[in-house]
């Protein structure tokens, strides 16, 4: 580059906006941008990037960790006109010591103003605030001692510093030693941004979910309305809202014959239960109802459907294209009905081989389940209401007849919590016991001996800054940030706690999973395709949660690597690719439509001890199990809002132990507001999930809520766990350093998988929610990591998952602490692109029953 471009940060925005971030600025040094900061957001970002120059005083305190809390560098702006409203507690602080060396403040009065000022949010901190909540504002002289403080303004100094230096720093020998990224260029990037929508489709093109992967042909999509129900409803505002180009002939496929007037009026006098003339005549003087204007309507009925049925099967193009956009437009139906169907066929598709044919019984099952929502009606009356014939329904039957083969049974465990009985598995007893630390719920040694090898190995792998966050918000709880280059979707690791211990450990130790993941390379034990190895010797690679795009084969031949069975206790043979971060042959984490490998840090933990750390990472993995199927139930139209019951309840807030009044006094202190829903699933390990936010009116939520999730034996740590997280993402929020969106998507507010308000986001803000007390949710409280362990996979074998595997992922310069990676077949993922078995049958649930006596 002959003329490299030299780039400035002195302040920045964050809160509302997007901040810019270390892996930006890494990925432009990288490709030969000058990057230089100072003073607030530049100081920051030098600190945390070492390849940046860092100018002025308050860049070499964050540099050296004489301060670690963002919110030092914090103030609140004029909208308009951008003027500075609050001080900055760097300045206060330099401020002061000035005074104070040069004898013009009392030290101790200093002191006090400094404790005082830390003790303000940022956005309360003006210096006649700061001397009044310091019972100083009496002073005789308090407006000089204001305007004194007032005429040291260090982040000014910093910035004009920066400015006066900025070609001599842009031309500084430490440019001359080029600079690689670990960072990925292409992490954001995919084939989507080209897409455009034509101005017109073909009116019978697939249907095709992206993130359910299975193409949907419109003409079987309109049997299956048909079948279940639907066709007749969205058909009626199909022509309602539209002039539809119908045949003149207009007899039903088939031969079939619509029901007659006196076969309607049948239906009617059974439902209403009239059993004799004089209860029809009776009661429908009563109503003010004529007898000719119900002959007269009803004969109208059957004109209509004999023409809805017409044209529903003959599929005009007008009437096709006019379906679709109803079926769009109309609560999610379409996306609803395409993923129903497309359940259906994944789960007909996982029924054990050979697949034989449904059997009579099966389909009879089928047709049960069809009819069970509308008791009413018997199958031949379903038939003659859709205007088809058997021939016509049977395609449908039978792909319900097996799905049902799979479905059933899921659809048993999920509800019941767990199945018959558990598979037998070894014993745990030689796993290190790891007996919890006095005052710690989930760890082996106190927070502050926890902290303090966490520091160490910070500094071991790579970390440039920890920061404090938890001042950036009231909440009077602290989360803590590690900055660290690596190849993930983010490079700063979080950490929450009532302590500043604990959320200093926990960002810490974030990072040590990511950078020992980085690091494994596992061995390849054999090269080979899935169908040549003995079933029993390795785990089907379609249990673990591919994207649906993947190129796997059970005939192609992909590496495998050894992985221990907590289950069994002998290792068992796994695919390479799931748990190592770079692509391998025939990957089958590959994903072409996304353009990249979709590998995740789900299931990847730290600990103090191998068992500590393994229960950390089976937690993470039962939770992001339980929120799927939980976003299944509430938020995704894959289910059938009409017909659901809501499946779950909130914790009663008003009846918990102190640990979480403590988190819920800091919460309400900050203006929030808290609900806790438990989505325990068929797990039964306790997990909840959180949301905090600030009612912007009675009819919906501002953009200030913020959600959270946790999953542990102990109900209680369980419960404050998502309200931390809660916490956590909303102070992480504040900070504005969102690395896991794109350049584009920070910028221009595009999220590349969107979560729009729904029915769900809605319920969470309702007035009255059903709500239980804590005591009523069923977990484990013991005293050691071995024991959680154990009542974990009790837990998950009783649920129907027969293997848990995992990988040791520790190093040696790494030592005290432990890292592992869990995989559960059959568990629901965080893979976008993926949406498992348990999951799809909560999509169809209502064709799932089993109907016997």
């Known amino acids: 580059m002959r003329d490299p471009s030299l780039v400035a940060i002195i302040d920045g925005v964050f809160d509302r906006e997007y901040a810019v971030t270390t892996r930006e600025i890494r990925m432009a040094i990288a490709r030969g941008v000058r990057v230089v900061g100072s003073s607030s957001m530049g100081a920051l970002r030098a600190a945390e990037v070492h390849e940046m120059i860092g100018v002025g005083r ?32 760097a300045n206060v602080r330099f401020a002061v010591d000035g005074l104070v060396r040069a004898g013009t403040l009392d030290p ?40 004194a403080l007032r005429s040291i303004d260090l982040k000014r100094e910093d910035a004009q510093t920066l400015l006066e230096r900025l070609l001599e720093l842009g031309a500084d020998p430490h440019w001359d030693r080029g600079y690689a990224t670990r960072e990925r260029h292409d992490e954001h990037r995919d084939h989507f941004e080209s897409a455009r929508v034509s101005t017109t489709a073909p009116a019978d093109a697939a249907l095709f979910v992206w993130e359910f992967g299975e193409p949907i042909q419109w003409a079987e999509l309109v049997t299956f309305l048909a079948v279940t129900g639907k066709l007749d409803l969205h058909a009626r505002r199909v022509f309602a809202r539209a002039r539809i180009d119908e045949p003149t002939d207009v007899h039903p496929r088939g031969g079939l014959q619509l029901q007659s007037v006196q076969e309607l009026f049948g239906a009617t006098m059974t439902e209403w239960g009239w059993n004799t003339p004089e209860e029809v005549h009776v009661t429908l003087n009563d109503l003010g109802i004529g007898f000719d204007d119900i002959q007269a309507q009803l004969q109208n009925e059957r004109l209509v459907r004999k023409k809805l ?23 999610l139906a379409l996306k609803r009905e395409v993923m129903r169907l497309g359940a259906l066929r994944v789960l007909a598709q996982a029924a054990p081989e050979p697949a034989s044919p449904p059997t009579d019984s099966e389909l009879q099952e089928a047709k049960r389940a069809l009819l069970c ?31 049902r083969r799979v479905g059933v049974a899921l659809l048993e465990t999920l509800e019941q919590g767990r199945s018959a009985a558990g598979k037998a598995r070894a014993p745990m007893t030689s796993w290190p016991r790891a007996p919890r630390a006095t005052g710690s719920a989930s760890r082996s040694i106190a927070d502050t001996e926890a902290a303090a090898i966490a520091q ?9 800054r920890v920061a404090q966050l938890g001042e950036l918000e009231r909440f009077g709880l602290h989360v803590g940030a590690a900055y660290r280059a690596s190849e993930w979707s983010s490079t700063i690791g979080s950490g929450k706690g009532e302590s500043i211990e604990r959320a200093i450990t926990g960002a810490l130790m974030e990072e040590l999973e990511k950078y020992c993941q980085e690091r494994f390379t596992p061995d390849t034990a054999i090269d080979t395709p899935f169908c040549r190895l003995e079933p029993a010797s390795a785990i089907d690679p379609r249990q673990c949660a591919l994207p649906f795009d993947s190129s796997y084969s059970a005939t192609s031949p992909i590496a495998w690597s050894w992985a221990d069975d907590l289950v069994a206790g002998e290792p068992i043979l796994v695919p390479t690719a799931l748990v190592s971060m770079r692509r391998v042959r025939n990957d089958v984490l590959y994903s072409p439509r996304r ?30 199990h339980a929120m799927k199927l939980a976003e299944q139930a509430i938020s995704n139209p894959g289910h059938l809002p009409e017909r659901s019951r809501w499946p779950f309840t909130y914790i009663d807030l008003l009846r918990c132990p102190d640990s979480t009044q403590r988190l819920l006094d800091g919460i309400r202190r900050a203006g929030y507001e808290a609900r806790v829903m ?23 939520l501002d953009e200030k809520y913020a959600a959270g999730a946790c999953t542990h034996p102990n109900a209680e740590v369980a419960l404050n766990g998502a309200l931390l997280e809660a916490v956590q993402g909303r102070i992480t929020a504040i900070s504005g350093a969102r690395e896991d969106f794109g350049i584009k998507a920070r910028s221009l507010g595009r999220h590349e998988r969107p979560r729009p308000l729904s029915r769900g986001d809605a319920y969470w803000i309702r007035p009255y929610v059903p709500k239980k007390p804590l005591t009523d949710v069923r977990g484990k409280v013991a005293p050691s990591a071995r024991e959680d362990l154990e009542f974990i996979l009790q837990r998950l074998t009783a649920a129907g998952f027969e293997r848990v595997l995992y990988w040791d992922l520790s190093r040696q ?19 976008p692109f993926h949406t498992g078995l348990r999951a799809r049958t909560l999509m169809v649930q209502d064709l799932m029953r089993r109907h016997g006596w």
Request: charged share 25%; proline share 4%.
């Open 58 to 89: 308050i860049y070499e305190l964050y540099r050296s960790g004489s301060i670690q809390r963002d919110d030092e560098v914090a103030i609140r702006l004029d909208a308009a006109t951008g003027a500075a409203l609050t001080e900055p507690l």
């Open 108 to 147: 101790q009065k200093g002191a006090r103003i400094i404790e005082t000022a830390s003790a303000l949010h940022f956005s309360e901190r003006t210096y006649p605030n700061i001397l009044h909540e310091a019972g100083l504002a009496h002073l005789e002289d308090a407006g000089q001692l204001i305007a």
């Open 309 to 331: 049925h017409a044209v529903a099967t003959s599929q005009p193009e007008s009437f096709m294209r006019a379906m679709k956009i109803d079926l769009l437009m109309t609560d």
């Open 373 to 403: 929502e509308r008791s009413e009606m018997a199958w031949e009356g379903l038939l003659d209401e859709s205007g088809m014939c058997e021939a016509d329904a049977r395609p449908i039957v039978e792909l319900i007849a097996s799905a």
């Open 456 to 464: 160490k190995l910070g500094r071991i792998i790579g970390v440039t």
């Open 595 to 624: 353009g990249a490998k979709i590998f995740s840090s789900n299931g990847l933990a730290s600990g103090f001890t191998i068992t500590e750390a393994l229960v950390h990472a089976l937690c993470e993995r039962i939770e992001r």
């Open 678 to 700: 438990d989505v325990t699933g068929e797990v039964g390990v306790p997990t909840f999930s959180a949301r905090i936010f600030r009612p912007a009116a009675l009819h919906g």
């Open 813 to 831: 310069e790494t030592s005290p602490a432990h890292v592992v990676r869990a995989l559960v077949p059959g568990m629901e993922d965080t893979n």
